[in-house]
């Protein structure tokens, strides 16, 4: 069971928005502003898409967007297109000595 | 730009110890990094490992403190892992990744290694 909790999957036509929610605890996404959100195509490595809640790195799109109310981030993806279909996984610094954990993963099917 | 390459054996035995080596290309594993393992068994989700500093400081995950190593070479601008007494449960693919000290994320990830654990 992961430490954060991510809906299994969620799924949205092109065009359109959707929004993947993080759900931890006051020890976690709660406590500190280091909720950082990444994509994962299959077969390949995870890419980072939103750091400290609602940053963007350099090069990431500006559809993706990222916000945190109390224990629960969330991912928002404004205009989904056929390539944003991918598993997203949202982290945070824990006070706890594991320090990062990771939600369940959401998979996000463009119809 | 930091670029990260995973290397080591695909295949490890039961109870013996999976080693893994994360190259470091770019930049200096010197600099004010911390640098990762994460891994992710096959269809499932992410789990940290560890971290370690230049320094050689390091942090584990509670679950797998006991078994795990995680060391840094900076004559070769490398940091490896060491996991010892695995089973199958540990069969995953494993990345290595950089949380820069601006970012609080793991900002770049190697391409990932997969290691089965079978006779």
């Known amino acids: 069971q992961s430490a954060l909790t991510q809906p299994a999957s969620v799924s949205g036509s092109p065009g359109q928005s959707i929004t993947i929610s993080c759900t931890g605890t006051?020890?976690?996404?709660?406590?500190?502003?280091?909720v950082s959100w990444y994509q994962q195509h299959p077969g390949k490595a995870p890419k980072l898409m939103i750091y400290d809640v609602s940053n963007r790195p350099s090069g990431v799109s500006n559809r993706f967007s990222g916000s945190k109310s109390g224990n629960t981030a969330s991912l928002t993806i404004s205009g989904l297109q056929a390539e944003d279909e991918a598993d997203y996984y949202c982290?945070?610094?824990?006070?706890?000595?594991?320090?990062?954990?990771f939600g369940g993963g959401t998979k996000l099917t463009v119809l | 730009q930091v670029q990260l390459q995973e290397s080591g054996p695909g295949l490890v035995k039961p109870s013996g110890t999976l080693s893994l080596t994360c190259a470091v290309s770019g930049g200096s594993i010197s600099s004010s990094n911390w640098w990762s393992w994460v891994r992710q068994p096959p269809g499932k989700g992410l789990e940290w490992i560890g971290e370690i500093y230049h320094s050689g400081s390091t942090n584990y995950n509670p679950s797998l403190k006991s078994r795990v190593t995680i060391s840094v070479d900076k004559s070769k601008n490398q940091f490896s892992l060491k996991l010892s007494s695995v089973t199958a449960a540990d069969t995953a693919v494993y990345y290595c990744a950089v949380v820069p000290a601006a970012i609080d994320a793991f900002d770049i990830w190697g391409q990932g290694t997969m290691v089965t654990v079978s006779s």
């Open positions: 006051s020890s976690d996404v709660g406590g500190y502003n280091y």
């Open positions: 982290s945070s610094y824990t006070s706890s000595s594991t320090h990062w954990v």
